[in-house]
């Protein structure tokens, strides 16, 4: 009976003990009640996989000019730039002549020049969005035909307000030969080959006659969504794109 008298005093002090615990901890600036729940793991934010567009082309293709200029451009017009990883490998249909290893292009020793002139504005601006202006610029100029080769992407380099020498001490300097070599050993290697250009591939996946439509191609080809504002009007294109690399890619199985 004696020993049931102490039970309430006790209880009492155990209470006080833990207040005045919980105290010093509000004290010391520490949030008792999120230290007890249970902390939720978080893993690392997911990587969104951005769907890789190449383009091989020559410079004084006149396709080639063409689509640059007026299709390719619609990867900045229309925002896709933040669901792509864009690359341009100017080389196209050169060839490397034995037995001195010279490079000789389809177009002649202008578009070998201009070819390494892209390869050398790549280089010096590994930044696609700062390299294509250049490149979307001189291809222009190479439409309109109002300068020469070397005067074109000067004048383009002065009116976006970019620095040449850059681009002027990778070509003087011979690392443009080591660049072209570079891009013909990658487009040598294709798989499948390719048979003329423009050749446009998207996500390992050559577009063949279709690559006008290579934006269809790459909305298909991005997985998350919502779809980014430029795809969203092209649903039925997206279908047919589809429909027709299913086909290109039967007629070559049979072929």
Request: glycine share 4%; aromatic share 8%.
């Given at each position: 009976?004696?020993?049931?008298?102490?039970?309430?005093?006790?209880?009492?002090?155990?209470?006080?003990?833990v207040y005045?615990?919980?105290?010093?901890?509000?004290?010391?600036?520490?949030?008792?009640?999120?230290?007890?729940?249970?902390?939720?793991?978080?893993?690392?934010?997911?990587?969104?996989?951005?769907?890789?567009?190449?383009?091989?082309?020559?410079?004084?293709?006149?396709?080639?000019?063409?689509?640059?200029?007026?299709?390719?451009?619609?990867?900045?017009?229309?925002?896709?730039?933040?669901?792509?990883?864009?690359?341009?490998?100017?080389?196209?249909?050169?060839?490397?002549?034995?037995?001195?290893?010279?490079?000789?292009?389809?177009?002649?020793?202008?578009?070998?020049?201009?070819?390494?002139?892209?390869?050398?504005?790549?280089?010096?601006?590994?930044?696609?969005?700062?390299?294509?202006?250049?490149?979307?610029?001189?291809?222009?100029?190479?439409?309109?035909?109002?300068?020469?080769?070397?005067?074109?992407?000067?004048?383009?380099?002065?009116?976006?307000?970019?620095?040449?020498?850059?681009?002027?001490?990778?070509?003087?300097?011979?690392?443009?030969?080591?660049?072209?070599?570079?891009?013909?050993?990658?487009?040598?290697?294709?798989?499948?080959?390719?048979?003329?250009?423009?050749?446009?591939?998207?996500?390992?996946?050559?577009?063949?006659?279709?690559?006008?439509?290579?934006?269809?191609?790459?909305?298909?080809?991005?997985?998350?969504?919502?779809?980014?504002?430029?795809?969203?009007?092209?649903?039925?294109?997206?279908?047919?794109?589809?429909l027709e690399?299913?086909?290109?890619?039967?007629?070559?199985?049979?072929?």
């Open positions: 009976m004696d020993s049931l008298k102490f039970i309430p005093l006790l209880v009492l002090l155990s209470f006080l003990s005045a615990s919980r105290s010093s901890f509000e004290d010391q600036g520490i949030n008792v009640q999120s230290t007890l729940e249970p902390r939720k793991l978080e893993g690392p934010p997911t990587k969104v996989e951005k769907v890789e567009l190449v383009l091989y082309y020559e410079t004084l293709c006149p396709y080639c000019k063409e689509f640059i200029v007026k299709e390719l451009i619609k990867v900045f017009d229309r925002d896709l730039i933040n669901i792509v990883n864009l690359r341009l490998v100017p080389y196209g249909n050169a060839h490397i002549q034995e037995p001195d290893k010279a490079i000789v292009c389809q177009h002649g020793p202008d578009e070998c020049y201009l070819n390494s002139i892209h390869a050398c504005a790549i280089n010096s601006w590994p930044d696609v969005k700062q390299h294509f202006k250049l490149i979307h610029c001189v291809e222009n100029q190479t439409i309109e035909g109002k300068q020469s080769k070397e005067e074109g992407w000067k004048s383009c380099c002065q009116k976006l307000g970019m620095n040449q020498k850059p681009v002027q001490d990778c070509y003087d300097s011979g690392l443009e030969r080591k660049l072209i070599l570079q891009y013909a050993n990658e487009t040598n290697h294709l798989v499948p080959h390719h048979t003329y250009v423009p050749w446009v591939v998207v996500n390992n996946q050559p577009l063949y006659d279709d690559y006008q439509n290579f934006v269809s191609y790459v909305c298909k080809a991005y997985k998350v969504s919502p779809k980014p504002e430029g795809c969203r009007s092209l649903l039925p294109k997206i279908n047919s794109a589809q690399m299913q086909t290109q890619t039967d007629k070559r199985l049979q072929g």
